[in-house]
Structures are given as structure tokens and as C-alpha cells.
């Protein structure tokens, strides 16, 4: 399995590291900023697949003793995948075990990197690590931030009653995409692309108002600058049209899901298309990670 590699996606990943191990043993966890991957003990599949700004040592090491209770799922924040990773502790036992790569780079070069290798285990696996774009156990309810943005009280997650329905999250992950065509082409990743306009509102009228996948190109290079995707393709686009982009002409392209998906699996898509951008040209689009006036 590549994913377990210590030089996987040619990147010098340190050894496995349990969680349970003394403060001794985790400082072969890097005190650089990078990538970290989590796995359960003994199993052959990812949970969690992160990068972080700050040291990948400090951040591992927080998040290890965020999920060290067993009887409260964490908050939401500071470690977003904490309650995920918590949930599933609790339900199957799962101990766990994480490495992890420096890469001292700018945040877009270190988050396309991300999406590059959870693209690449999508590849590689088949399906999606248990706990990236918002997969959660079908059981569990996940928790909130401890503070909602009202500043009303958080509400914390746990075990479902048997009498609850399954939670959406936990549903089974959307297959991979092909690697077929080029970014920008017609047929990339094997879906049907309309055809290219300028991203101007009144060429976002016609759009059907359903879930979808879209790119945003240079008009002048046809360079692909932003990949998104939406529950409303018209509205998201028409929004997009409005603003600046640095006073730059941009075109759009878009393909309609023909069958709705679940939250996870669209962010799913939408990583795919910039993990196979990151592939083909080492680099993040230019707008993916930047804030947009």
C-alpha cells in the first residue's frame, strides 16, 4: 500500500507514530510546518489526511489528547477532525498511529498538497479517507464548536439513539474520477463540461439551478484559477461574476450532477479536480486558497 509508504507521493514521511507513545518516542514527529496522515493500528485504510501551518509535532500532539476521553466527543474546534476520529474510537475501538512530512511552503502550496494526496488515495484506494470532507460515523452526531458564531453555547455530538436515523455524513464516499483528458478540456475527469463563457451575470442566467462542478480560467492563458463546486451552480457562478478577481477577465465552465449527491461526496468531486490540477502541474490554482474581493 503506497499510502503507508515512507516516501510516498515523494515526500519524506517520518515513522508511524502510535498516539499512546511517551513524549520521547513523538518527537519523531517533525517540529516543522507539513502533512500528517492517521491510520488505525493493525488496519490497511487512512482515517485522516491533514496539513498545518504550525509545527505538524504540536499539532498532532494536541490533537492525540483532544481524543484521549472516552466519554465526551471533542468540540469541533481547534481539531476538526477530532469528534470524526473520536466517533469512530468509540464505536469500533480503533487506536491510532500517525506520520507525518515537513513542507515549509506557502499555505496554497501546502493545502493543493493536501489535496493532491487525498486525491491520490482516492487513486490509489478506491474510496476517501473515513474522516476528510466531512465524512463522519453513520451512528454519531458530530460536535459543534464550543461557541456558536451567536455566541450562544455549543452543542456537543455522541452516540445516536436507536431510534435516530443514520447521520448523512456516513455515507459511503463517491467512486474516484478518471484520470482522463487535461484541466480545462472538454472531457476532464470524464465529465461533461459546458461550453466555455465569460463570467458575466447574464452568462450565468441559464445555468440550471442544481448541484455541480465548475472551473473559473484566465481569459487571455485559459489557465484554470479557481475550482468550486455548489448545491446551486446559477446562484454560486452569478455571485463569482461580481466580484473583482483583481480586475482580471474570467471564463467559466461547469458540469451539472444528472443525480444529486450527498454534502461529502460533491467535496469529494471538487477534490478530485484540483488534486489532478496539483498532479499535472505542481501547483494549486491561483485563487483556490486566497481570499477573493
Known sequence: MEYFETNWASLPWSPWVPFSADKHDFRQIPHKPGLYRIRPIGKD???YIGETQRTVHKRLNELRHNIKKTD?????????AAPSLWAWKDAEGFEYECSASPLDTSMSGRRGMECFLLYRYRQERGEST????GRFHKRY??????KKRNGDPGIRGGKLDTSNKDN??????????PDVGKPGSADWMGLQWNTIERLEKKYTRSIQQKQGLYILMDSISHEIVYVGE????????????????DDRDLFFSYHILETPVLPHQLKELENDLIGNYFEKYRK??????RNRK
Request: net charge positive.
Open 45 to 47: 485504510f487512512l482515517m
Open 72 to 80: 465526551l466527543m471533542p468540540w469541533n474546534a481547534p481539531h476538526t
Open 130 to 133: 473515513l474522516c476528510n470532507f
Open 141 to 146: 452526531r458530530k460536535s459543534t464548536d464550543r
Open 168 to 177: 448523512p455524513a456516513g455515507g459511503l464516499c463517491h467512486p474516484p474520477l
Open 230 to 245: 455548489s448545491e446551486n451552480c446559477s446562484k454560486r457562478l452569478s455571485d463569482h461574476s461580481q466580484k473583482s478577481w
Open 284 to 289: 494549486a490554482p491561483e485563487y483556490q486558497f
